[in-house]
T-cell receptor, first 115, second 113 residues
């Protein structure tokens, strides 16, 4: 069973471009979480999704950021018109049925650099 | 609400020293509690967990006990090694569905030979 797969591992974008970060959860997992880690800082929750639904987006910036988890395919975190302050590591995690309170499994992250 | 408060770092220890990283939490009901470890350039890996009061999670010489009375889940290791140098995150998962995982800010540990 492959782990949580994120791609790309590294992404460089110029200011004003769009960044698309992909996350394929572990097989059988229907819950996906996105976190942002700024240099020398902890993890900041961004959004929690189930298939085709956004459950909690309280950590998402109001503008330029969006996330989806379609019925088929990976979850996508999309950042439009990137700025230097978006440079960070973005981690995706997945979990199975939440009612069982299992742990979240993390991907290796996408390191976004905005130049 | 739900939150995790974690001991601030960075922490620097000599090899074979005793390690404690404090973690306290606020939650409704009885959440599950976790410690994750992040090595440089990597994602987070589960280190140990406890799902109910008085449970002790353990792995690789690390231990943490779920203390309901003090709402704590402190991480301990009796003798650290250089290879333990990493960032450690305390986390909780609320009992109710529809909730995210809540993480502490992380504690950076450096073990020197």
């Amino acid at each position: 069973n492959a782990g949580v797969m994120q791609n790309p591992r590294h992404l460089v974008r110029r200011r004003g471009q769009e960044a698309r970060l992909r996350c394929s959860p572990m097989k059988g997992h229907s819950h996906v979480y996105w976190y942002r880690q700024l240099p020398e800082e902890g993890l900041k929750f961004m959004v929690y999704l189930q298939k085709e639904n956004i459950i909690d987006e309280s950590g998402m910036p109001k503008e330029r950021f969006s996330a989806e988890f379609p019925k088929e395919g990976p979850s996508i975190l999309r950042i439009q018109q990137v700025v230097r302050g978006d440079s960070a590591a973005y981690f995706c995690a997945s979990s199975p049925d939440r009612a069982k309170n299992t742990e979240a499994f993390f991907g290796q992250g996408t390191r976004l650099t905005v130049v | 609400g739900n939150s995790v408060t974690q001991m601030e770092g960075p922490v620097t220890l000599s090899e074979e020293a005793f390690l404690t990283i404090n973690c306290t939490y606020t939650a409704t009901g009885y959440p599950s509690l976790f410690w994750y470890v992040q090595y440089p350039g990597e994602g987070l890996q589960l280190l140990l967990k406890a799902t109910k009061a008085d449970d002790k999670g353990s792995n690789k010489g690390f231990e943490a006990t779920y203390r309901k009375e003090t709402t704590s889940f402190h991480l301990e290791k009796g003798s650290v090694q250089v290879s333990d140098s990493a960032v450690y995150f305390c986390a909780l998962s609320p009992i109710h569905t529809g909730n995210q995982f809540y993480f502490g800010t992380g504690t950076s540990l450096t073990v020197i030979p």
